[in-house]
């Protein structure tokens, strides 16, 4: 949600920020903008829309200086505009900061300012932040931004320069994203590693309530009261390549393509080599710990959710916990009965969506035990937790989660398989079994693929529809649900996705001729009833495919077209149905010709509440 940049160098600050920019775009795309310092002092300019209408300005009127700040929008308070883009600044045009978050009280702050003789001229929550530390200057810009903030409540990150002071650049984290780059003779801050990778390696990552000095020589890391910290530098060690589209047209077409290796990679050493047990060292939580649990909650948002969901039936399933799944922006506010033998696992690819990361504060303050599965080493869900399991799916740029959510969907199996060992709910025969499908799958992703031509047809076909369904029973239909969350979000086609017995109590109502409905049949003990249930959609007209397992024949004499994925355990089907589900999802994007990568109205890191 909003992505920011900034530069102290000696080098041209508009080509580095630019760049930060572009890869930071994932993160919200509805205007971006630029400060420099230049010799005409400071120089602000903006555009609406993608980064590429402010690179345009920019060729037209360059801005030169080796200072600079600069963000890409995603909006909250105020439509996108150019003026409502940031930077923002105050009366003088003194002050310049960018921010991501959203500042709780500034209709407050605004209202006392006015009244102090500021005007502000957009309408967002940001602009209070510049007139405020305007307001509040004495001489020294790390002070006012210090004071400032004991006005703020809310989420903030933020980049702060003045005018008076150029060769300084002050940095804050408060519940929103922000690191700061080390380099020689010139430092970055960047609301993600990926910004200023092409940079630097070498990464300090600020806490909430922290802030930084960055001049060119140096970096102070403080409070946000001034007490000087010392932090240990992040070195990253993955390649600027995976933060490039390696050839493919969409980031997610390679994320999609990246998901054998993502899968290998998660399973990594996690599995002895003999192939008899599951091995989660990383863990804390004791077998005694485990043996303790009374339930499991199991906390995300969107396509994390439905991961979760997968997770409910895997863990009930093979280590007989009783497990709730919750989506997070509810969990806080429906009094979860949470006890010290509760543990909740968080999910999360990015590991700073706002909603996921205060559910775990709230387990957490409840006494709580919280696991986090998450991508990103170092995120906020990862240094929070109790517990991590990180997935190591590589970076994910496209908006829609692919490698990411089934990623998660293979920490699942490994945490039910541990879990199941340690509790003895599974015989040793059967963890075998489980470990040797589980290894089998990367391969049979591979064979799916090899198949996404066949995809594209039917997809083409399906872009031609406004409406569309999707159903399926137990995993099938967690399943379902994110193979049509993919389809919404990057198609626009509009679709639900429903457990197949429970669409004759209303939905059906909606079925008419030529309507297409993606019928997920994986799961063998449930195969009858679905086909019932698909016959009773064939009966109103509709168009069905069917994806279900190869050798199935009863399905295929039921449906219009069928798309077969390889043979493996029920329990992980999930893992190979959601693929041609994502290549359905992006070809039919393709052909409506949307932008696959960057959705409308959407974001990849949601750190707003
Ligand atoms: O980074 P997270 O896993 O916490 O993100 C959660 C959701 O915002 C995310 O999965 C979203 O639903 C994706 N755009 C779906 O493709």
Known sequence: MCGIVGYIGK???????????????YRGYDSAGVAVFTADGLQIKKAKGRIANLESKLEETPLQGSVGIGH???????????????????????????????????????????????????????????????????????????????HMTGAFALGVLTEYEPDRLVAVRQASPLIIGIGEGENFIGSDIPAILEYTRNV???????????????????????NFISREMFHVDWDIITAEKAGYDHFM?????????????????????????????ELVLSAEAIRNISRIHIVACGTAYHAGMVGKYVIEKLARIPVETDVASEYRYRSPIITKDTLVIVVSQSGETADTLAALREAKHQGAHVLAITNVVGSSVAREADDVITTWAGLEIAVASTKGYTSQLIAFYLLGLHLAQTLGTQSAVEIKEAITALRELPAQVEEILGQAEAIKVVAEEMAKHDNLFFIGRGLDYAVAL??????????????EAYPAGELKHGTLAL????????????????????????????????????????????????????????????????????????LLSYYASLARGNDVDKPRNLAKSVTVE
């Open 204 to 226: 300090f990552i600020l806490n909430d309530g922290e802030m930084a000095l960055l001049t060119r020589d140096g970096v102070e890391l403080m409070t946000l009261e001034g």
């Open 511 to 582: 079925i008419e001729d030529d309507i297409p409905v993606i019928a997920l049949a994986t799961q063998h003990e449930l195969q009858e009833k679905t086909v019932s249930n698909i016959k009773e959609v064939k009966a109103r007209g509709a168009n069905v495919l069917g994806i279900a397992v190869e050798g199935e024949r009863e399905l295929q004499k039921s449906v219009d077209s069928t798309f077969l994925i390889p043979k493996t355990l029920d329990v992980l089907s999930p893992a190979l149905a959601v693929i041609p589900l994502q």
């Open 72 to 150: 890409t929008r995603w909006a909250t308070h105020g439509k996108p505009s150019d003026v409502n883009s940031h930077p923002h600044t105050d009366n003088s045009l003194k002050f310049s900061v960018v921010h991501n978050g959203i500042i709780e009280n500034y209709i407050t702050l605004k209202e006392e300012l006015t009244a102090k003789g500021h005007n502000f001229v957009s309408e967002t929550d940001t602009e209070v932040i510049s007139h405020l530390i305007a307001d509040l200057y004495e001489g020294d810009i790390l002070k006012a931004v210090q004071k400032a903030v004991t």
């Open 11 to 25: 080098r041209n600050s508009q080509e580095i920020l630019l760049e930060g920019l572009k890869k930071l775009e």
């Open 482 to 495: 994110e193979g049509s969350l993919k389809l919404k979000e990057i198609s626009y086609i509009h679709s």
């Open 253 to 281: 077409l390679k994320e999609i393509y990246d998901q054998p290796k993502a899968y290998r990679d998660t399973m990594g050493s996690r599995i002895s080599t003999d192939g008899s047990a599951v091995t989660l060292n």
